[in-house]
Structure formats: C-alpha cells, structure tokens
C-alpha cells in the first residue's frame, strides 16, 4: 500500500522527470551545472552587456575537458555519450545562457558532426581530436545573406580548376566565424551542393564579425567571405552529396535546441518564483495572488510538457529506428516557442524588474529572439510538420 503521507512536490521538478536520468546522465548534469556556476554565471550579464566572450578560448579547452564537445560523437576523443546525456548537457548549458549552448551546438554538432558523418579518415584524424578536446574551434557555413529557409537556392559556388576547387562566396549569421580554425563550407558545384573542409588560414578566406545584436550578444557571429579561395580535391567531404547532407547536420543541432530552450524557460521560471515569494504588494506576497499563481502554473505546465518531450526525442535518437525529422521539428517548433512565452511571462511577474540584467529573465529572452529563427524558423518546422501529417508539401 502506498503510504498515506506524500511528499512535497518538487516545484522545479514536479512530475520527478529527473528520476528518470542514469547516474551518468546525472553526474554530466551535475559537473556542467557546478562549472558554470563557479566560471561562468558570475560574469555572464556582464558579457552579454558588453556583446562580447572574452574568454571563449578558454572556455573551449574546459569544455573540451567535460566532454562537451562532440559528447555524443564516438572516437577521435569524443565521449560517445547517450542522447539523453547531451541533451541533458544543452539543457544546462542554456539556463546559464543561450550563447555557451550555441556554441557547443556548433562545434560538436554542425562542425564535428559533418567532418564524423561525411569527412575522410584523414580529416577525421587532422581535426576532430583537436576539436574534441577544445583546442581547435569549428564553424559551420550554410545560411548566406539571401538565402537561409532556401539553402538549395545557395549562391556560394566552388568550381574545378585543374585538381583544386575555388570557392567564391558569402555566409552570414555564422557562430564561431572570425575565431574558427575550420569552417565546413557548403557551396554548389556543377554536380550540387558540396561541403567542404576549410581551414581559416586559407588566402582569400575572412570571417568578420558580426555586432550590434540584441540577442546573443555573449555568442560570436560572424560572416564568412570567399575570395577566390583555392583547396586542394582532399578538402571536400567525400560522403556529402547535395543538400541532404547539411540538413542532416541540422537536426542534430536543432536536438540540441529542443533541450537547451528549456533550461532557458526553467531559469527564467524559477527566477519568477523566488521573486514572486519575496515581493510583497498590498501586504503579502505575489505568489499569494491568484493571477500570479495562474501564471507560474501555465509557466510549469508549458516548461515539463517541454521537457517531456525532449526526453522522448532523446529515446528515439538512442533507438534502433531512430528519430524522423518531423519529430525533430515538432520539438523544436514547440519547445522555443513555449520557451519565450514562458520568458515573456517570467518578465511580467518581475515588472520593472525584468528588463534589468540584474535577473536573467530578458537576456533569456533576448535570447530566444534568435533560437526562435534560427536553424529553421517556426514557420519551416510548421510546413515541415504539416507535409508529415497531411502528405502534401505546401512550400514547394
């Protein structure tokens, strides 16, 4: 018989997802959440006023020795970890701020991930234990200046000259750019799109960057120009053909996301907790008034719903089938969304308050401005789903 007296729920866990984690995937929770509270949180508002990262470098070469980057790739100094344990990682990574989550995204599942799934032995040995461990940075180059939710209508081009490529082109909106080591380029050739292995020191190859963002101002964005840029036949990705291949790099990031927008959602929602349980109005607390219960209850139910289905894609990743990318993108899509709705409903509890750096609340959904749209806005994951449901392709 179960027993008569019950616990407390936890507010911040209230349906004991948590005890659904392995000790491992608990221990990884645990060291991320420890690191960035000892190295990073301290100085995080700071960074994200003053729109940069000063210490991205070393930051790299910590979360090289966590096991961050490229966790869930095997060999070549990657962890090999589950699906669950990244995404659990992202989820930490995120509530501390978007930025660091992006940046781990970019490097272990847009550019470690192209080099491990469609690179040679030999760019697999030359770069992916050096990126593993954090000591060479990585970037991915798709969305262009006209063209982004159209990656197949790319401009960027590479033509044979002789047993060299030469690529001309543009790239915007690019994480890592101006301090990548290795930009994976992807560029339409006379046989469709191929990637490409770049490495920054290339004549003709410049990424400057990006400023003046009012989202993910602690993340470095970049462009990234190609002057007539020469590369050797070995620079290309030998298994990636047409435009399959980035997209397949995208739904490992966009996993990433539909983890990491809930740690997002869940600082913001706890910081609109414990503020409502200090601040008194007409004589008792805020978390006394009915309206505001309502909004920390719709806030929770939005937030575990989320998480609930982010570890049902972490499942289906980890399984024998695998993960489809509709479901991807119904993650996605919904996940972001009710991430900034909680965000934005975290800031009316705060009042004033919540447009301050002081809280977390408004750089989290600063933030998720830009998750929002980026790699595939709601209204591509909406057509994307919708083509899986119904059968019919309404954006062709």
Known sequence: MPSTTLAPIDPLDPLGLESLLTDTERAVRDTVRQYLADKVEPHIAGWFEQGELPALADLARD?????????????????????????????????????????????????????????????????????????????????????????????????????????????????????????????????????????????????????????????VTSELVLDSVRLPASATLPRA????????????ARYGIVWGVTGAARSAWRTAADYAAHREQFGKPLAAFQLTQQKLVDMALELHKATMTAMRLADLK???????????????????????EICRTARTILGANGISLEFPVIRHMNNLESVLTYEGTSEMHTLALGQALTGHAAFR
């Open 63 to 219: 979360f090289g020795e966590l096991g961050l980057l490229g966790m869930h790739l095997d060999g070549y100094g990657c962890a090999g970890m589950s699906a669950l344990a990244y995404g659990v990682a992202c989820r930490e990574l995120e509530a501390c701020d978007s930025a660091l989550r992006s940046f781990v995204s970019v490097q272990g599942s847009l550019a470690m991930f192209a080099i491990h799934r469609f690179g040679s032995g030999e760019q697999k040995d030359q770069w992916l234990p050096r990126m593993a461990a954090g000591e060479a940075i990585g970037c991915f180059g798709l969305t262009e200046p006209d063209h982004g939710s159209d990656p197949s209508s790319m401009r960027t081009r590479a033509r044979r000259e002789g047993g060299d490529w030469i690529l001309d082109g543009r790239k915007t909106w690019i994480t890592n750019g101006s301090v990548a080591a290795v930009a994976v380029v992807w560029a339409r050739t006379d046989d469709g799109v191929r990637g490409f292995v770049v490495p920054t020191d290339t004549p003709g190859f410049s990424a400057p960057e990006i400023k003046h963002k009012m989202s993910l101002r602690a993340s």
């Open 241 to 252: 053909h047409g435009v399959s291949a980035p997209l397949t790099c995208l739904n490992e």
């Open 318 to 340: 980890d399984s024998a089938e695998g993960v489809h990318p509709a479901q991807i993108s119904l993650g996605k899509l919904n996940n972001v969304r009710e991430a900034l």
